[in-house]
Each structure stands twice: as structure tokens, then as C-alpha cells.
């Protein structure tokens, strides 16, 4: 069935480092990819989107590339801040399937200083 | 993008007792769904609210246990009924846009049962 992957977390990470938290999909159709996130105490605010094979989302120097070949949406940042310290979800959107949302398990990153 | 303001924020309660969610959106929506995030979980979704008609529910989610109301297009209560302590979880509203194809959620009420 549908299904969306992440890396296992926590992920820990000084601040500076670069960041790489791997998503995989697995989807019939054409799905919209996403990531959100998730601050400690809050709901879940949409970081970045890609619509179509080869989109690139960006967004807070957050990038991510919707790559059909490999079925991924891996999310980078180049140098991480304390304040992205979060939980971060891959999603899809299924639009040939009455628009069904469907999630990953989350990773939790932490920055230290 | 849509607006969507869910009170309450965050609730402590009684076991055997029931709390009932509301989540408002600033603009009419067709598609609202409800979630429960368990701690440290991904979200689940209990079920998706209908305007004029029953919500859909998931497997595992009945309406006896999480009556959804849906009045009309902009607003919209999940009742978490006879509370245990394993309904300590965060619940979430959320909207789908189908235009933009996006989905925007509330800032979820955090219950715990004691």
C-alpha cells in the first residue's frame, strides 16, 4: 500500500552542521510531497511542498527535492540553528485517492549549541 | 491559507468524563479531519467530518467513543467521550485545501486523563 519512510531519529546535530533527514515514498499515481513541522508545544505548521517530479520546495533555508527516480524527498538544510530544533513529517497527498493524507512516523532533530 | 483556531489548548481531566473540541476555520473548507497524535507518535486519524451528513470514521475509531459534529462549512467539535487515561494525547483539526493541495492544521489541544 501507500506508505511514507523516514530516518529514525532523535537525530542530534551541533549547530552549523548540515542537515540530511531521508524521506521515501511508495505511492500509485502522482502524489504532492511535503514536510512539516512540528515545534515542542505547538500543531504542525507546513515547511515546504513539491507538487511534480523534479520540484524543488524551499522554505527557512529548508530545500527538498521531489525525486520520482529514487521515489524520495530527502530534507537539507545547510547550517542548522538551535530554533530548528523540532519534529519534522514527511507526508503525501494522494490526489487520485480522494485526497488521502498520509504520514511518516516523524524525526525528532536536536541542535545543541 | 486557511486559519484555524482550536480551543481548548490543553485540557486536564477526569477518567469517566468527556471534553469536547471545537475548531473553527476562517474560511469554508469541504474536507476537516481530525487526528490524535499520541506522545511521541505520528499522527492517526480518527476520521474526516462531512458537512450535513455522519463523519467517516477510521478503523479502531468508533462514534460512540468520538462523536464529530459538522454544522456547517466553517466550524466543527470532536467529543472524546467516557475518558481513560490511554486518551492522553494531543488531537488535532485540520483542513484540506484541494486548490493549493495542502493541508493546515490547528495548534491541537493536549489532553491528559487522570
Known sequence: ?????????PVTLSEEAFLTINCTYTATGYPSLFWYVQYPGE???????AT?????????????????ETTSFH????????????????????????????????????IKP | SAVISQKP????????TSLTIQCQVDSQ???????RQQPGQSL????TANQGSEATYESGFVIDKFPISRPNLTFSTLTVSNMSPEDSSIYLCSVLDR????????????????
Open chain 2, 99 to 114: 486548490a493549493q493541495i495542502m493541508a493546515f492544521f490547528g495548534q491541537g489541544t493536549r489532553l491528559t486523563v487522570v
Open chain 1, 75 to 110: 530534507l537539507e538544510k545547510g547550517s542548522v540553528q538551535v530554533s530548528d530544533s523540532a519534529v519534522y513529517f514527511c507526508a503525501l497527498i494522494l490526489r487520485d485517492s480522494n485526497y488521502q493524507l498520509i504520514w511518516g512516523a516523524g524525526t525528532k532533530l536536536i
Open chain 1, 43 to 49: 500543531g504542525l505548521q507546513l515547511l515546504l511542498k
Open chain 1, 52 to 68: 511534480k517530479a523534479d520540484d524543488k520546495g524551499s522554505n527557512k533555508g529548508f530545500e527538498a527535492t521531489y525525486r520520482k
Open chain 2, 44 to 47: 492517526t486519524l480518527i476520521a
Open chain 1, 1 to 9: 500500500g501507500d506508505s511514507v519512510t523516514q530516518m529514525e531519529g
Open chain 2, 29 to 35: 473548507v469541504t474536507m476537516m479531519f481530525w487526528y
Open chain 2, 9 to 16: 489548548s490543553r485540557d486536564i481531566c477526569q477518567r469517566g
